[in-house]
């Protein structure tokens, strides 16, 4: 399993499954099946479920009469799929490379090695591997995240002789990363309602996370800054869901002033719209 620095103490949060509305079904799900390394867990109509073992990760759900949505509005930044190992990362990589995925980056982020890729429809993709939680530099909850050059051939030769099957029991939606209109109304949003710590701060970027981790979400207006609400239904994120403690969701649900639901399932909305859905565990 890929160490998520949570073996100091009881994991209290995870995410759950990302939900994206597309238009052409078929051929989002076939570049989350055949580039990403998704399996197919159940298809019934205009939905789609893909995941690993039994846990869904991603939902696509089409609707052709959704608008498609700008690059530049506020919504996902990018889904990022944590596996288990180095090695699975690089033959990931060998996968990529066979296949010619449509690759648009790689980073050593320090905390973290990644490779990114982008959607039919737009969406962004991270695949990544987190380094051991006891290299990561810290400073109270703030986690030091970095952008360097990613070894790719120190990958490849981590991978071995056994070829890419898809994604591995113990894949995750390690993280979600959000594009949003300014800075301080994300951060009263996910740190002060959702109650996540802020652990680090990039130029027009934060991130939050729970139990020790570098981030479980992130927020930024590198493409976004100044977008206003979103105009759904569009393209792009659906909903993200946030697996907690019952005491974590009343805990939100007494500081949220807009929350539907109860103590299994809170959905809230973003000062722009995007839907997350807190689900008890």
């Known amino acids: 399993m890929a160490d998520t620095g949570t073996s100091h103490g009881p994991r209290h949060l995870a995410l759950g ?21 998704l399996h197919v867990l159940r298809r019934d109509g205009d939905r789609v479920e893909l995941g ?35 090695a699975d990362l690089g033959r990931w990589v060998k996968h990529a490379a066979a296949t010619r995925a449509p690759v648009v980056g790689a980073s050593d982020h320090a905390v973290s090695e990644a490779i990114y890729l982008s959607d039919p429809e737009g969406n962004g993709v991270e695949i ?25 051939d120190d ?3 981590q991978a071995g002789a056994r070829a890419w099957a898809g994604f591995p029991e113990g894949s995750t939606v390690g993280h979600v990363h959000l594009q949003v209109g300014a800075i301080p109304p994300a951060e009263a949003f996910y740190a002060g309602v959702l109650g996540f710590d802020l652990t680090c701060r990039y130029p027009g970027g934060s991130f939050y996370a729970s139990d020790g981790y570098h981030h479980h979400l992130a927020t930024n207006v590198w493409n ?18 946030i697996r907690a403690d019952r005491s974590r969701i009343e805990a939100v649900r007494q500081r949220a002033t807009d929350a539907a639901g109860d ?3 809170l959905v809230l909305r973003d000062p722009w719209g995007t839907s997350v859905a807190l689900v008890a565990h």
């Open 17 to 37: 499954r990302v939900v994206l509305t597309v238009k052409n079904l078929d051929a989002v799900q076939a570049f989350y099946e055949r580039a990403v390394g």
């Open 52 to 86: 690993v073992g039994d846990a869904v990760l991603l939902e696509l759900r089409r609707d052709a009469s959704a608008r498609v949505r700008s690059p530049r509005e506020a919504g996902l930044f990018h889904t990022a799929f944590l596996l288990p190992s180095r």
């Open 128 to 152: 990544y591997v987190d380094r051991p939680a006891a290299t990561w530099r810290r400073n109270g909850h703030e986690v030091e995240m970095t952008t360097e050059q990613l070894d790719i």
């Open 155 to 157: 990958l490849v030769a």
């Open 224 to 241: 976004s800054r100044g977008a206003g609400p979103r105009e759904l239904p569009s393209t792009g994120l659906a909903e993200v869901e």
């Open 263 to 265: 103590g299994e399932r």
